[in-house]
């Protein structure tokens, strides 16, 4: 089936998006900020998407506001956002609240947001659905159009629904004597919160909506995947890091995620390059979505191995 692009003029409360559709799953895009990936589902089945179009999660103070302008607020609006690694305030936070440039392709579209100029980088994502089945290619690109080399590595943050059920899985290969992973644990995580589970081939992680301390983990995932269960629907990223030789921010990790009380962040990193004045960053993704195949133990690898053997995409 040819993949249909359209245009629709209102979504919740985030103005125009750009809809992709294959006629098995469905993307919306938006035109009027961001870009964010805001509906990423099967057609007509649930968003796997957290959203907030009514701009209640947002960053700014005095710093933010003289480094960008008067007024200037960062706001998360949920779905899927290109981001620069290592994190920094308030370079980090660029406020992408304005319309979106965008050039319908074959088989998806290329977004453009305005370049930021105080940041010297220019952003854009292009997406890349198949016709026939139940997945996407999202390309993450960034240019450095200052004066000067930079450093940074891409950083594609999906933030997903409440209720979900996050899979990591964990390098198992025989390293001997040495080590065989890297684990990164942000200060304000507890490794004795019940949403997190430690297992020998598996890491589990459960966004809680009544647990409101949050939570942050990082790993140099070799397999490249994660996985989220929400509802009905398996959500599935494939990435491709280069461990054990690619460099990686925050002790290198090229997969981390995030929780709160409102949403699961899934986060993969491309690696961490000294990027010439007029070059360009890659960082791929292949997002895939499944039906449920049924219940498992999170806390047990065994059941989640037989869970993730049942997926179908």
Known sequence: MEVQKN???????YGRVLRISNGIIEAYVTLDLGPRIVRFAFCGGTNIMYNDAKKEFFSTDEAYEQY????????????????????????????????????ITESGAIF??????????????????????????????V???????????????????????????QNIHDTGLLANRQIAVWPYADLRDDRIYLGHKYVTL??????????????????????????DTVFIKKYYPSHPDGKYPDGGMSFETYTN?????????????????????EHIE?????????EFDRKNDDSIDAFINKLKY
């Open 206 to 231: 459960k966004q809680d909506p009544n647990a409101t301390k949050p939570f942050k983990i990082g790993f140099d995932n070799y397999s490249g995947l994660g996985y989220y269960v929400i509802g």
């Open 112 to 141: 453009t947001p305005e370049p930021q100029t105080e940041n010297g980088v220019q952003h854009q994502i292009e997406l890349i659905m198949d016709a026939l089945k139940p997945a996407m290619k999202v390309i993450h690109r």
């Open 143 to 169: 240019t450095n159009i200052s004066d000067q080399s930079k450093e940074f590595a891409l950083w594609a943050l999906t933030v997903l629904g409440q209720n979900g059920c996050e899979i990591i899985p």
């Open 286 to 294: 292949d997002w895939f979505l499944a039906q449920t195949p049924g």
């Open 261 to 281: 009380e409102l949403f699961l962040e899934l986060e993969t990193l491309g690696e961490l390059k000294t990027i010439l004045p007029g070059q360009t960053a």
């Open 7 to 13: 245009i629709l003029e209102s979504y919740e409360s």
């Open 68 to 103: 960008y302008y008067k007024g200037a607020r960062w706001y998360n609006y949920g779905g899927h956002r290109l981001w620069l690694s290592p994190e920094s305030w308030p370079e980090t936070y660029y406020p992408d609240n304005d319309p979106v440039d965008y050039r």
